[in-house]
């Protein structure tokens, strides 16, 4: 136990908490719609946030990075901010622009982002700064990610009479990640290696 792990390995104590945050943190979103009290959905979201962040340095410190680690970690981030936001428009359905244009920004257009780290030598999205600096730090540094997980749950809770303010960030989080994924085809196309003929294909030249 506690002990670093190959990046094929399945079983890790990191991987263990990221399923723990999952399910806690569903059990409270849960609660919240059963009891239709608020106050579990932002316990809910706490539970996230905070698991999120201890697993992920469980993760480094214990060097148990694993590419099933980061599968897991990037679909437990969308299951959860589902679950909370759905919530969250059932207390606040007046915020259902910014909610609905946020949620197709983080559970579609940046889960397709963040899952590209499997198509490169890399373990999880955190290290795109190995593929492209430009990328990593418009997303997956530590500035990045505040903006993309953090900023428009701030807005919504305390600008709830500005919704179109969340409404624009949360658009301009769709164009950084089509910009991204952009820069990432753009990249993949001009790494491409030039077909050399064959001998035979060159006698005939």
């Known amino acids: ?47 996230h946030l905070i698991g999120d962040y ?6 480094r410190k214990l060097k148990q990075e694993t590419i099933l680690g980061a599968e897991i970690d990037v679909i437990a981030d969308r299951v959860e901010a589902l679950f909370f936001y759905v919530n969250f428009l059932s207390f ?5 622009m910014p909610v609905v244009i946020y ?11 963040s899952y590209q780290f499997i198509k490169y030598d890399i373990i999880s999205p955190n290290y795109f700064y190995k593929v492209d600096k430009t990328v990593y730090l418009l997303n997956y540094s530590p500035v990045g990610k505040f903006c993309n997980s953090t900023i428009v ?12 303010v969340p409404a624009l960030f949360a658009t301009g989080l769709i164009g950084v990640k089509l910009f991204s ?13 030039p077909i050399i003929p064959t001998e035979k294909e060159q006698v005939v030249l």
């Open 103 to 113: 949620m197709i920004d983080y559970a579609f257009v940046d889960f397709y982002l």
């Open 153 to 164: 749950v701030l807005m919504l809770i305390f600008l709830p009479k500005l919704p179109i």
């Open 54 to 59: 201890l697993d992920g340095l469980c993760a």
């Open 92 to 96: 606040r359905p007046f915020m259902f």
């Open 1 to 47: 136990m506690f002990s670093a792990k190959s990046p094929r390995s399945f079983y890790s104590e990191a991987n263990v908490l990221t399923l723990l945050r999952l399910a806690f943190s569903l059990f409270f979103f849960t609660l919240a719609i059963l009891k239709s009290n608020e106050t579990y959905n932002f316990i809910g979201l706490a539970v």
């Open 181 to 193: 994924v952009h820069l990432l085809n753009v990249k993949n196309q001009t790494s491409e290696k």
